[in-house]
């Protein structure tokens, strides 16, 4: 009887180890502690522009300069960086719907200099092309030769998707490290995506993107414009922590492209680990603040809005 109930303990004790993974416990069930739940607490990373009152990027301020809060609740920051030595992925969409055919050969040849200015060889950049459908024309790599070819072979089509490629560059850049950017090229009007705005949205902040849009708006058709489609943009940059600007020229076009290049290299990284949370919200809102530099209450300070707790399937 004693074999029989030794035997039986021992099934037992395999059975909770297939269902849970945990080691069977040799010792009285009577003295084993109260169960605990344990949570993986991920680190937070935080992208983070400051600008002046001139809208040019501020280098060199410290940690003790900045104060970040997660829903109200002060967070401590565990890591802090200066940008310029972290990898960096470019997700450039070039909106190729007929709307845009007169200003895509000042595009191309705008976005190859972007390229080269930005790129470093820890760096990749991607190429998309949008209108009715989504086409990426080339990896994220680093060879300038390779993506002065993709932006060259981006073509024309009727339609603008913008919110699909959103939704889908995002998700191209969705499991890569460091720094994550899109660069959007567009009149900002969509047409035809199957994806609504707030997925689009969504979708580039579960990918910790920042977006940059540049809004092209050929001055014979500025009559004609969308505009919902242009406040769009601009709250997607916004929410983001990124920038949105007009073009109505290639001097315009290169203007905003050496502008977010500026930016890029002078961004700084927070990351903390949340604090207790009181919120359930699957929503967290960041909020970053300037202290101690002398200048501090003319600073614009730019970043991501906050993340999300959970992402969606996919």
Same mark, same amino acid.
């Given at each position: ?64 300069? #900045? ?8 967070? @401590?920051? %565990? =890591? /802090?960086?200066?940008?310029?030595? !972290?990898?960096? *992925? ?23 200099? #972007? ?8 760096? @990749?950049? %991607? =190429? /998309?092309?949008?209108?009715?459908? !989504?086409?990426? *024309? ?177």
């Amino acid at each position: 009887m004693k074999k029989f109930v030794t035997l039986v303990s021992l099934l037992w004790a395999f059975a909770v180890y297939a269902q849970t993974g945990a080691k069977p416990s040799t010792q009285n069930q009577s003295n084993e502690p109260a169960d605990t739940i344990k949570v993986d607490v991920k680190l937070v990373n935080v992208y983070v522009t400051v600008t002046d009152a001139h809208g040019a990027p501020v280098a060199g301020l410290k940690k003790e300069n #900045f104060s970040i809060e997660e829903d109200g609740q002060t967070q @401590a920051i %565990a =890591v /802090f960086d200066k940008e310029s030595a !972290v990898p960096l *992925s470019i997700a450039l969409a070039i909106d190729t719907s007929l709307s845009t055919r007169h200003d895509l050969p000042l595009e191309q040849a705008s976005a190859k200099r #972007f390229a080269q200015a930005i790129l470093r060889p820890v760096d @990749a950049l %991607a =190429v /998309f092309g949008f209108n009715e459908i !989504v086409l990426q *024309s080339t990896g994220y790599t680093a060879d300038l030769r390779h993506i002065d070819e993709g932006i060259d072979h981006v073509r024309l089509g009727a339609a603008t998707a913008l919110y699909d490629a959103v939704y889908l560059v995002s998700r191209s850049l969705d499991r890569r490290q460091g720094r994550k950017v899109i660069v959007l090229i567009t009149d900002g009007d969509d047409t035809i995506s199957k994806t609504d705005y707030k997925a689009a949205v969504r979708a580039a902040e579960e990918a910790e993107a920042t977006v940059y849009s540049i809004i092209v708006v050929p001055i014979e058709n500025s009559a004609g414009r969308e505009t919902g489609g242009e406040h769009a943009l601009i709250q997607l940059s916004e929410d983001t922590g990124g920038k949105y600007y007009y073009a109505t020229s290639m001097a315009q076009l290169d203007d905003a492209f050496r502008q977010i290049s500026d930016e890029l290299r002078t961004q700084y990284l927070l990351a903390y680990y949340p604090s207790q949370r009181k919120s359930m919200s699957q929503f967290r809102r960041i909020h970053v603040a300037i202290t101690g530099a002398e200048d501090a209450p003319s600073y614009r300070v730019r970043h991501r809005a906050g993340y999300y707790t959970s992402k969606s399937d996919f």
